[in-house]
């Protein structure tokens, strides 16, 4: 039985968060004494995209000796690559070119990457970034995560909170390619993004204005990738909500918010026959 944690939407914004570096802690340590074998942070690790707050979630993984290839995975989420604040300060002032935006997002993206170089390739230095397909052989299980990026670069009005998600062509591309299924024969493979494939709707006339600005964009683009990749599994974040459901015979889980939950997280069991069990454990 291979063992693997997710949690998701942890939003740290300063080092004097000391009661949620304190149930980070205690979460680590819990997955220590459980035996995890691996655990995946399903995107915004940080509040305002700043490498000090990325740094605070990289420190407690280095001391809980989770920072390694073999040990974690993370994806970007729209908080780690976005500040919201600044952008518009920015499109106010200067008025650029939606070209010029996109470079400035793809800088941010390859700093992040550059930052958890280790969890994409167990390198200390190198810029790889996503997408990437991480293969962990376990004795009972060969398992291989398929990791995108989900963020899109914020336009007044394409994506005016930065909060509305789409998956580049190259990405989906890169992964469709002969090699890639290849490698993938006899694997376990579980997909991993920050935003929903579900578009959650509420009741609330105001709230289903702002539903499009959560959404994954190309979502069915997403889906049929991870179906030709014979994904079982989705492990995503963004909506900050416990919960599993199912498209098409694969299981979406949605690893909730540490931040307003902070003892809770998601246990995922895989099994040498290819079969998983998932449950949401709470922490008293
Ligand atoms: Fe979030
Ligand atoms: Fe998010």
């Keep these: 039985m291979v063992k693997i944690a997710h949690i998701s939407d942890l939003h740290f914004s300063g080092n004097q968060e000391n009661r949620q570096l304190g149930s980070l802690d205690r979460l680590l340590d819990h997955f220590n004494t459980e035996g995890f074998d691996h655990l995946v942070i399903s995107g915004d690790l940080s509040n305002n995209a700043a490498p000090a707050e990325w740094r605070i979630v990289r420190e407690k993984l ?47 993206l390859k700093a992040f990457c550059v930052f958890f170089q280790e969890l994409i390739t167990g390198e200390e230095r190198g810029d790889n970034a996503f997408p990437f397909v991480k293969i962990i052989n376990y004795p009972s299980v060969k398992i291989a995560f398929a990791a995108l990026n989900s963020v899109y670069p914020w336009y007044p009005a394409d994506n005016p909170l930065g ?16 090699r890639v299924l290849f490698s993938l024969k ?3 493979v579980i997909g991993l993004c920050h935003h929903a494939y579900k578009v959650y709707g509420t009741d609330s006339l105001i709230d289903q204005a702002f539903d499009w600005t959560m959404e994954l964009k190309n979502r069915e683009e997403f889906l049929g990738l991870m179906k030709v990749m014979h994904a079982k599994l989705v492990l995503h974040g963004h909506f900050h909500r416990f919960q599993s459901y199912s498209v098409d015979g694969i299981t979406f889980i949605n690893g909730g918010s540490f931040r307003y939950n902070p003892l809770c997280y998601s246990e995922l069991l895989v099994d040498g026959q290819g079969s998983s069990t998932q449950k949401f454990v709470q922490l008293p």
């Design 62 to 108: 280095e001391s809980h000796g989770f920072y390694h290839w073999e040990k974690a995975t993370v994806v970007a989420g729209n908080h780690d690559l976005i500040n919201l604040e600044e952008e518009m300060r920015f499109y106010n002032a200067l008025n650029p070119l939606p070209l010029a935006r996109k470079k400035a997002f793809d800088r941010k």
């Design 163 to 178: 909060a509305r998600g789409s998956i580049s062509t190259g990405q989906l591309r890169a992964l469709r390619v002969e």
């Design 186 to 188: 006899e694997c376990f």
